[in-house]
């Protein structure tokens, strides 16, 4: 079954400084790789995910990596801001049919300091 | 915009009794999915369910657990006896079968 490693397990930067995370899965035949985001006590949320299709894709600060061939995809946010401090956890699909589920990394705790 | 609702927010238990977990998926999805997040650690799959059974489950979700979508708008997880070890929150999710899967705000369960 798929397998996500996720790291650092935690992150300190300064404000508006980029913060980078990285993942990486076993399973070749995945396409799809999520990102959450999660405050303390709060839902996971989604923030931004990335198709196999693509090798890039970005939304405002946020962008996502993705390297098939290694099996390594990475969250980059730039331009971090206090409100980045949070949990964020990279996901990859449990199987291959619509709808799996997702298997999720450790999580990264990322402390952005004013 | 619709969200994943969740009741009840934090149910205590005492070890060995039962506990309904019951949730609300967006209206127009077709997929469901528990997962629980013990303090700290990461999310954790236990069950999807698609038209009105099991399609996937992970090696947590054994015989002490169960789910059931009982109308066209609950879905609900049992524990039918609970270990000290159930105590987690316990995250339901929806989806419309493509990406993306939306989380509801969790039940956190407290075992004593």
């Not at chain 2, 369910?49 to 015989?63: C, L, Q, T, V």
Request: aromatic share 10%; glycine share 8%.
């Amino acid at each position: 079954g798929e397998n996500v490693e996720q790291h650092p397990s935690t992150l300190s930067v300064q404000e508006g400084d980029s913060a980078v995370i990285k993942c990486t899965y076993s399973d070749s035949a995945s396409n799809y790789f999520p990102w959450y985001k999660q405050e303390l006590g709060k839902r996971p949320q989604l923030i931004i995910d990335i198709r196999s299709n693509v090798g890039e894709k970005k939304d405002q600060r946020i962008a996502v990596t993705l390297n098939k061939t290694a099996k390594h995809f990475s969250l980059h946010i730039t331009e971090t801001q206090p409100e980045d401090s949070a949990v964020y956890f990279c996901a990859a699909p449990k199987g291959d049919q619509a709808g799996t589920a997702l298997i999720f990394g450790k999580g990264t705790t990322l402390s952005v300091s004013s | 915009e619709p969200e994943v609702t969740q009741t009840p927010s934090h149910q205590v238990t005492q070890m060995g009794q039962e506990v309904i977990l019951r949730c609300v998926p967006i209206s127009n999805h077709l997929y469901f999915y528990w997962y629980r997040q013990i303090l700290g650690q990461k999310v954790e799959f236990l069950v999807s369910f698609y038209n009105n059974e099991i399609s996937e489950k992970s090696e947590i979700f054994d015989d002490q657990f169960s789910v059931e979508r009982p109308d066209g708008s609950n879905f609900t997880l049992k524990i039918r006896s609970t270990k000290l070890e159930d105590s987690a929150m316990y995250f339901c999710a929806s989806s419309a079968g493509g990406p993306g899967q939306f989380f509801g705000p969790g039940t956190r369960l407290t075992v004593l």
